[in-house]
Structures are given as structure tokens and as C-alpha cells.
């Protein structure tokens, strides 16, 4: 049996990161039976301190990206076979650009922009024993702001970030249009990328900025909904 780790359930999602999402997103449109277990004190028995990863069978696999290569060799060679080459190096450039920039976006509005960082550091760490319930979150804050300045978002004004983002959503909302998944009436792996990042925005339990230009549009919210009911609403 395949275990996922994850950070757990918070912020109204499956699990708050859009690379644990990403995953399980495979696993369900796949097919592939697995469990899940979160819980945020994972990340430091991850094997590169980071999340998620998989224990498939004694295999241990990190990074969302490697995972995902990883169970299409094992169990779901053909899983994209219905994609055209230049179908399948869209897919791969879209989803770096999610990973890579969009990614950075969506962490700028949780940890950097004062509206949602309440809330989310209530789901991260608000089970944490008092002292490290105000010490924590203090110092991954500070580490996640300085991470987030030394990639480059975090030299930007919060109006320059939403626009990054609006270029994303922009182009997402036409790649889509009104198919029923990215590419079509199939899913491929660029569908567990795309939901989980706009799931993040989309139907995550905030309200800021980045979330409200999210949900202006309609065929994206459509999307999430739809695969969110056939694939996650049990």
C-alpha cells in the first residue's frame, strides 16, 4: 500500500499545500489506491525536510514531481498516452510555471500579506502547546518571508504580485476554456497540478486578495468544483 504524508487537513482542503494536493489528485484521477497521513511534524522526518513524500512499498519518494514520474512508471505507464507530444511539453511547461511562479503567489498571500496570516497560522500551528504556539509560527514566518524575498516575490508590492498571478489565471481560463478537464474530455497528469493550485485558491477557507481574483473566474471555479466532486467530495 502506498502511505502519502502530507501536512494534514487544514484551511478547509485535503491538505494546505498544493504539492501534498498535487499527489493525491494523481493518486484519485489514476486510480491508485493509497492512504494518507498528515501531520505538519512530518516535515522533519521527511527525507529532504520537505512535503510531501511517499512510502510505496518501502520505496521511499520525495518531491511531488518525482512521485508523480515515479507511480506513472509503476503502475500507470499509459496514463498521458492520449496526449500529443506537443500536448504533453504544454503540460510540462504549464506545470513548472505553477510549481516555479505561480506557487510563490499563492505563499505571499498566506504568510506575507497580513489578511490571511491569522487564520493560517491558527491551521498550521494553533495545536501547539503554549510557548511554542507563539514561538513557531514567529520563526517560520520569519524563515518563509525571507525564502519568499530571496526568490523575488517578496521584492514585489502586493498589487505587482496580483498581477503575476492575474497572467496565470488569465491564461489558465483560456487553456481551459469550457472543456471538462485541461486538455480535453480525458484527464492527464497536468489536471493533478492545475486543480491543486487553483483548489488552493479557489476552495481554500480564505479571503484575501489573491483568492477573490481567483474566483472571478467562473470556468475555473467550474473546474475545481468538478473535479473536486467526482474525485474528492467522499
Known amino acids: 500500500m502506498i502511505t502519502l504524508y502530507g501536512f494534514g487537513r487544514g484551511l478547509g482542503m485535503y491538505d494546505p499545500s498544493p504539492f501534498v494536493l498535487k499527489v493525491a ?19 522533519f522526518k521527511a527525507p529532504k525536510k520537505k512535503l510531501p513524500y511517499i512510502d510505496d512499498n518501502g ?21 498521458d498516452a492520449h496526449l500529443s507530444a506537443r500536448q504533453q511539453a504544454t503540460a510540462t511547461l504549464i506545470s513548472k510555471s505553477l510549481d516555479e511562479n505561480f506557487y ?13 496570516w491569522p487564520t493560517v497560522k491558527n491551521a498550521l500551528f494553533g495545536k501547539l502547546p503554549f510557548p511554542l504556539s507563539t514561538i513557531v509560527p514567529l520563526v517560520a514566518r ?21 498581477s503575476i498571478a492575474k497572467q496565470t489565471l488569465d491564461a489558465l481560463s483560456v487553456l481551459i476554456g469550457d472543456n471538462r478537464f485541461c486538455l ?11 486543480y491543486a493550485f487553483l483548489a488552493e485558491a479557489v ?24 473535479i473536486h466532486q467526482q474525485y474528492f467530495a467522499q
Open 25 to 43: 489528485a494523481f493518486l484519485r484521477l489514476a486510480n491508485i489506491d493509497y492512504r494518507y497521513d498528515g501531520n505538519v511534524n512530518y516535515v
Open 59 to 79: 520505496t521511499i519518494v520525495c518531491d511531488s514531481s518525482f512521485i508523480i514520474s515515479h507511480l506513472k512508471k509503476r503502475y500507470v505507464a499509459d496514463f
Open 104 to 116: 510563490w503567489c499563492l505563499v505571499y498571500f498566506r504568510w506575507i500579506d497580513s489578511a490571511s
Open 142 to 162: 520569519r524563515g518563509v518571508s525571507k525564502q519568499v524575498y530571496q526568490q523575488g516575490t517578496g521584492r514585489h508590492n502586493k498589487d505587482e504580485v496580483l
Open 184 to 194: 480535453g474530455d480525458k484527464p492527464s497528469s497536468l489536471d493533478a497540478t492545475v
Open 203 to 226: 476552495l481554500v477557507e480564505l479571503d484575501n486578495d489573491f483568492t477573490r481574483l481567483a474566483r472571478q473566474y467562473t470556468n475555473l471555479n467550474d473546474y475545481c468544483q468538478r
